[in-house]
Each structure stands twice: as C-alpha cells, then as structure tokens.
C-alpha cells in the first residue's frame, strides 16, 4: 500500500480543485479525482479572521488545501478498507 506522499505523487496532476462558493468572510472549495474505478469529493474551507482583510486569493489556496488533504485522508482510508477487505473476506 502506497504512502500518503506517495500517492500525491501519483495523483497531484490529475486532482480537479475549484472553489464552490467565495463570500466574505467563507471560502469553500471542493477536490475531486478518479482513482481506479471511482471518483472522490472531499470539501475544504476557510475563514478570514475578522480582525484580517479579505483576500479571496488567500482563502481560496487555504480552502483548496484542505479540501485536497482531505481528499488523500479517504484515498488512504479508501485503501485501508480494502486491502482489510482482501485479507479478511466475508
């Protein structure tokens, strides 16, 4: 089973990031990509802190971000679940 890097390495050129929903103070984005025969979404956000001025440029990458790291965390668990699956079937 793959690393968590290694598996960014092997999906970073292929994971679709955009912004779903930009309105001060919130930023919300969404990653996506196809891996082996299913495709997975995982959301991100991000707040600007009110004392801060808005920057949609800063949220968005922050929102992006996490949206992406979120979306290894169930490519991981996606793998766990399988190759548990493969050692213990029924």
Known sequence: MPTRRELWETLHQAVAA???ESCPP???AM???LYGE???IAYG???CCYRDKWNPTTGANIA???AISRLL???MT???EGANERAHPG
């Open 18 to 20: 955009e912004v779903v």
């Open 26 to 28: 919130f930023t919300i």
């Open 31 to 33: 990653a996506g990509v």
């Open 38 to 40: 299913r495709y997975y």
């Open 45 to 47: 956000a991000a707040r």
């Open 64 to 66: 992006k971000g996490r």
């Open 73 to 75: 965390d169930k490519l």
């Open 78 to 80: 996606a793998q766990k």
